[in-house]
RNA sequence: GCUGCUAUAGCUCAGUCGGUAGAGCACGUCAUUGGUAAUGACGAGGUCAUCGGUCCGAAUCCGAUUAGCAGCUCCA
């Protein structure tokens, strides 16, 4: 006898029986559970109860249903290509978020044809509604089970798996795959699926090894789910910055210039100007010392600061690295060890101290090239590059006003409702080889780190190996339209690069002492923040932020001049303003296409030039009536200064 | 860097079997037009990314390079 509590009910039984026969027995199963949670453990709908036991039943709706449901999609794919191609190995085809994935070890690269083919068996294999079975192995078997069949990745994942492992496997109809599971109950219930692509991807994701052929899906218990997923995608598309941003002029791309290195052009270039300013005013305020320091420097610089060894390869050197009889010079992928010399340039008080210093810095990195994309990653990059120098006593209070200042700046934009926090730290396992610095040191600073973190009540996620060579990160993600992830804005304790620079100051008892460093973004990349605020408002930015706020209208010819003067008028007030006075808006045929990404237009006519007024439209309020131009420039005044969205 | 895909006018694309280049939009001129998406006529624009190869002949086939895209790896 023992019970099965359910969230709406509790049942007794006598003797073993699965999750579907429990759930049923309770009335509480439909066509739509997936699977369930057991204790917190995410179980089969097959799985057996013998215990008292604590049970969820779970739909697509949840993120565990969910994934079961994708893995068993994964696992239909791979029987299909089983099938098609039977010489191909199979490796690991975990759900994702999003979908799922699976990856073979195949001579010939899969063309859309061929998924197209595997997607039209797969159809077949769900339409058999084959039953997905677990069974389990002693190590032994496991290893021949999977030599008979030919699997080389398979036997290899079971000789990685501790001796205690419970090696389990999932068969449907002919096809046997090594998985921990769970999976659905056959393979009947994945209605609706799309192979999305196919492309490389390192075996165990490490460089060295071979090349496989990962088929990526997504797959859906109906047909309507799957038609508004492929929607949603389209639309996020239509948001895509490196499309849209170049549609609309906020950048471009010179193949002679280069990889990586984007023009931006008098739109991009507007915006970033007006968010740099802001940033720079708003670090004033908050007590920073603005800096200016070169952009290159010789290789001494970096072999101080460890950046020769540790991150050479992602620097541009200008002469010969290897040539001692030679200057050599670098492009600086990092501001730290230039402004830091700020600090050095003569002895330091405990009093000066935390000196906060801020640069507008651009940066040079030579990334691998297949790594730029649009103005998301690229080789020169401009960033809101901040060190503050503290005592140890000030890291705390410091570390919140980064903190601050970063939430502060990303919800001004708007960015931060899609940001989440990552706490990255080292990996011991690369100490020495990634990491400067010991144990010791290491430890004390993410648990500095920590504590900070939990007492400010973050949550955070950990990112092992994650960390900067010098120290550990609390890294602000931003996750945009396609729910890709990226750093956008970063925050580093450093007790390393003090040390090495010989960083010092006469602490109040006259001892010399070596402060803490904070290395700090506050809006971060203004390339990067430039794109994810394209994505973000889809090209129509607040008005404070926009290149072009307002833009007059001129109806017929002889209000031109009368336009000019509007335009002067709200000009000399500080408001970005042009006439379009081409021929075409002069017409009954006012084109509005371009003006859907404008704050506001101002639109003149016989009435309003004798009045002496204009008639307002706004982007987000509509026609907002006719009103005296003075009326117009105090409000969007108004609305720049307190930088509304 | 790796795997795959792609590159034709400013943009979006067509171009069949290898036979010397096309449309719409945008742009220019003129005409027309008067309150919110695309008036008409005419015009200008391209060594078909670059370099090399095959061929009597290459936008088309092959190779390399460059750049763009997706993913991997790496990273702000």
Request: proline share 4%.
């Amino acid at each position: 006898m023992f019970q099965v509590k359910f969230a709406e009910k509790t049942m007794s039984f006598d003797a073993p029986l699965s999750v579907f026969d429990a759930a049923k027995a309770a009335e509480l199963v439909s066509r739509a559970h997936l699977a369930a949670e057991v204790d917190g453990v995410l179980v089969a709908m097959t799985h057996q109860l013998s215990a008292d036991c604590e049970v969820k039943l779970l739909t697509y709706a949840d993120e565990g249903g969910k994934r079961v449901f994708n893995h068993t999609a994964a696992h239909v794919l791979a029987q299909a290509v089983k099938r098609l191609y039977p010489a191909c190995k199979l490796t690991i085809g975990p759900a994702i978020e999003g979908g799922f994935y699976y990856d073979f070890d195949s001579d010939t690269p899969f063309s859309a044809e061929v998924l197209s083919a595997l997607e039209g068996e797969m159809k077949k294999i769900v339409k058999e509604n084959l039953l997905i079975e677990r069974f389990e192995l002693p190590r032994a078997e496991a290893v021949a089970l999977m030599e008979e069949r030919a699997e080389p990745y398979k036997v290899q994942l079971i000789n990685e798996l501790p001796a205690d492992a419970v090696i389990s496997f999932y068969r449907q109809g002919e096809f046997v795959d090594l998985c921990a599971g769970p999976h659905l109950f056959a393979t009947g219930a994945v209605k609706a699926f799309k192979l999305t692509q196919c492309t490389g991807a390192y075996w165990k994701g490490d460089q060295s090894n071979k090349m496989l052929q990962r088929v990526y899906g997504v797959a859906f218990p109906s047909k309507d789910e799957l038609k508004a997923h492929l929607e949603a995608l389209e639309e996020a598309r239509r948001r895509d910055h490196n499309k849209i941003g170049r549609e609309l002029e906020y950048f471009t791309t010179v193949e002679s210039i280069g990889q990586g290195l984007p023009i931006l052009l008098p739109k991009g270039a507007r915006t970033v100007q007006i968010l740099q300013r802001w940033i720079e005013d708003e670090e004033q305020k908050r007590g920073y010392l603005l800096t200016k320091t070169p952009l290159m420097a010789k290789r001494d610089l970096y072999r101080i600061s460890g950046h020769w060894d540790h991150y050479r390869d992602g620097m541009f050197i200008l002469g010969d690295a290897e040539d001692e009889t030679k200057e050599c010079f670098a492009l600086r992928p990092m501001t730290c060890p230039f402004q830091y010399q700020v600090f050095l340039n003569k002895k330091r008080s405990y009093r000066e101290l935390p000196m906060r210093l801020g640069e507008t810095s651009t940066l040079f990195r030579n990334e691998d090239s297949g790594e730029m994309h649009g103005l998301i990653r690229v080789r020169q990059f401009t960033i809101s590059e901040g060190h503050l120098i503290l005592r140890p006593e000030q890291l705390e209070e410091e570390f919140r006003g980064c903190l601050e200042l970063a939430k502060y700046v990303l919800d001004t934009v708007g960015m931060l409702e899609n940001c989440s926090f990552r706490f990255s730290q080292w990996d011991p396992a690369r100490a020495g080889i990634k990491y400067e610095g010991t144990a010791e040191q290491w430890e004390h600073a993410q648990t500095v780190m920590g504590t900070i973190l939990d007492n400010l009540g973050v949550t955070y996620e950990i990112g092992i190996d994650e960390a900067a060579f010098y120290g550990p990160k609390l890294d602000i993600q931003y996750k945009n339209v396609f729910g890709k992830e990226d750093t956008i804005v970063t925050i580093q304790i450093d007790m390393l690069l003090a040390e090495k620079f010989g960083m010092e100051y006469v602490d109040s008892d006259g001892q010399m002492k070596t402060p803490y460093i904070i290395h700090r973004t506050s809006l971060g990349c203004y390339e990067r923040t430039l794109a994810y605020l394209i994505e973000r408002y889809a090209g129509a930015l607040p008005t404070w932020m926009s290149p072009e706020q307002v833009r007059i209208l001129p109806i017929g010819e002889e209000h031109i001049d009368y336009a000019y003067a509007v335009r002067k008028a709200l000009a000399a007030r500080g408001v970005r303003v042009e006439v379009d006075d081409r021929n075409e808006t002069i017409g009954k045929k006012i084109r509005t296409a371009q003006l859907e990404k404008l704050p506001y237009m101002l639109v003149i006519g016989e009435n309003e030039m004798t009045a002496g007024t204009v008639a307002v439209r706004s982007r987000k309020a509509g026609d907002m009536g006719v009103m005296s131009v003075d009326d117009f420039a105090t409000a969007i005044l108004a609305e720049i200064a307190e930088k509304r969205r």
